[in-house]
């Protein structure tokens, strides 16, 4: 038994072809957004003093150690504010040969259905002129008002057509269980358009984090995201996304794993007995989750034995499941240690690069043609 | 094709010593309490009735899955809920299995969801003698949970004061759903008053508190909402482990009732690395919280844990520590564990004694 | 396999059941409409008593949000955590390749035709005048 310590060594990607599915560009001001407002908003964020609002998110205090690792700290700005050096920490020291773009931000935590349409609109925009146009290796997640499904709607649509968009982005605490029906809307339109729900870590705290109420301090509430996330994917599977939009598919991102098998276990059970209550679940919740929900490798949460690790991914119970990720530049590993010791050979490649390709058609699409050769 | 079927009769084979450390007593309606309720609240619960952080004034927002939550086998043939008659109790569950210590968790009335604190200590403190009069005191193997508002804590002192002496109560009860996560220190108090009296605190799944139990707000189903107690446990233990309980009450001990132990092992990991990271923000907490946890809490056993290789269960056990499981049925509710059959895997005489009673022996004292 | 008398028609109404022992196993024999079916009485995910079970019809819906009723198929339902079992079959219906609760075949026979052979009836004085269900064990 090897502790994972002595283990720990400076290692980077045995892959150049690996597909980051979670890195984190930061918009660094409003006022750098405001070029991509409609001329009313611009004028009434002005007016109004919200450029000077500090909109800082609960889920993601910029100086908490959690938010940037320090060598990834950039020396004034936001956390992953800088396209030079996301490209350099990201891409090159990894040597990804793509990264997908997850922006959080405050538009998706307005209680304003239309000023956060509005943001999310510029938002997008932003990232398609400065993060994409700029780096051929970016591609990026849609990020949408989920304060009101039809807005996120014609956000989604308004977004389609651009393949460098490759996912629908939503947090995993939000006013209402992802499952429910108020939210079909969009997982309708992201199914018809071949774009997975991307669910990340965070809140709009619209509720307390946990049943007990609302935790003390940060490292508390970000502990508890793993568990929204578990009430997510329970309310996804009960209420029969999957079963409506059987080619759609979410991905769990920053939401740990290492907590699935005992959840699949308990809810297997639990469905046995209660099957009645959600009828149209009638095939293994198990196997629904293996087809349709992904988890992208950071954080790893990893137990103190290697052995231990080894024997999680087994209870997993498919390969197909997680999707290489270093959440740059939130500071989940050191170094270049991205991908666990536990992970080499065949199933390294398959979280490396063969399930981010499954998951996201579009980023095969979107390869040049002498990578998308050499990826076959 | 596999069968999995049970040829033997496994009741006749192994005298197995059992301590069961969730039984759920129950009385007809809440008049039942009005032996000790003064006039004002045998009156109050006709008028006014249970005023708690819901829309429902008597019944869970999520209806279960069988009447009266419970096996449709252990109605009482004379009549009567589930669990109420002491009698057929004896004769379906505490006979028959061995039972050598029942620990008694009355979940009805719940006076530590009441928005009304005097209400809610006055039931307290009647269900508290509900259980002496009507359990402990006629059966020698069962053993009471002192109800407590916790919101109220000098009240809550008060109760445990009153009975902390008594054998007949072995732990003091608490909701995992309380107003606020319970490592607050407006709880403390009733911290102090557990390690006073050397008594455990026991949270079985419960309460009503205003808060959904998913970050995303209330679910639609049952099934979720049942598989929230998850979370409901989850929460609890990181707040006990952050806000810096067990530093400051060293001999305070745990029992988490009713919410499974599968997720405690990957709890335990993401703990211990963000903390890691994090640890200026709670200076408090001066170990690993993985370390508070393997030394503080204890887990009943039901409902199993059911892997889809069974052997992972061993895992579990390993992982958690074979010395933290407290075997219980949950009688008379339909998700009830058989001492017989619950569990799926090959455990040697030893463990089983730890299991079924060797654990819980040390933990209460008993025996 | 031998036939075992197990109850005389009439003696266990429609829509209940009776439990019996016949070569040392307890065995849930069930009136359904006016149908028999036996099961091992314990139940093969934790050992509840069948017989204290319900017959339900189960779900047959492939659209969230919709409920029916399957038309022709039945479940018995274990009393204890509620999983079903195809009346029919005995298989599991979450888990129909794998999990199975044990049942028997069940018959009708008449006294006159019984007294002919080959049964069991242990308990059971048979008569030309009545008639018997029988199990196949």
Known sequence: MISRKAQDRRMYLPTQDAIDCDVHPAVPSTKALLPYFHEYWQEAIVTRGIDRLNLDLTSYPPGAPLSARADWRPAKGPPGGDLEQTRRQALDAFGSRIAILNCLHAGQVLHSEDMGAAFCR????????????????????????????ELAVEEIERRAEDKRFVQVLMLAGDEMPLGRRHYWPIYRAAERHGLPIGIHAGSNYRHAPTPGGWPSYYLEDYVSYAGAFESALLSLVAEGVFVKFPQLKAVFIESGFTWLPACLWRFEKTWRGVRMEIPWVDRPPAAIVRDHIRFTLQPVDAPPRAEQLVRVLEQMGSDRLLLFSTDYPHWQFEGGAALPPEISGARARRILVDNPLETYPRLAETLQPMEKERLS | MTIDVLERNPKAETRLTVIDCDIHPTMGSLSDLNPWLSKRWQQHIVTYGELVRQGLAK??????????????????????????HLPFMQEQHLDPN??????????????????????????????????????????????????????????AIKEIERHAGNPDFIQISLPPRSDEPLGRRRYWPIYRAAVEHGLPIGLHVSGVNGHTSTASGSPSFYIEEHHNNVQSMQGLVTSLVLEGVFEEFPSLEVVLIEGGFGWVPALSWRLDRHWAKMRDEVPHVKRPPSEYIREHIWYTTQPIEEPENPADLIHLFDWIGWDRLLFSTDYPHWDFDDPHTVFKVKLTDAQKRQLFSENAARLYGLG | MTRHVVATVGEIAPGSSKLVTVKGR?????????????FFDRCPHAGGSLCRGSIVRPADVTEPGTYKLAADRLMLRCPWHGWQFDLHTGEAWCDPTTLKARNYPAMVESGAQLTKGPYVAETFPVSVDHDYVLIEI
């Open chain 3, 26 to 38: 307890d065995i849930a024999i069930f009136n359904v409409g006016g149908s028999y079916f036996a």
């Open chain 2, 98 to 155: 061995g039972v050598a210590f029942g620990v008694l968790q009355p979940l009805r009335p719940n006076g530590n969801s009441q928005r009304n604190l005097e209400f809610g200590a006055a039931l307290s403190a009647a269900l508290n003698e509900w259980q002496l009069e009507h359990w402990t005191g006629r059966d020698k193997r069962l053993k009471g949970s002192i109800a407590v508002t916790q919101e109220w804590p000098e009240a």
């Open chain 1, 122 to 149: 510029a938002i997008n925009d932003w990232l398609a002129k400065e993060w994409l146009d700029r780096e051929p290796r970016f591609r990026a997640s849609i990020v949408i008002p989920t304060q009101n499904p």
């Open chain 2, 59 to 84: 019944t869970l927002s999520h209806p279960r899955m069988q009447p009266a939550v419970s096996r449709a086998d252990a109605w009482p043939p004379n009549g009567g809920l589930p669990g109420s």
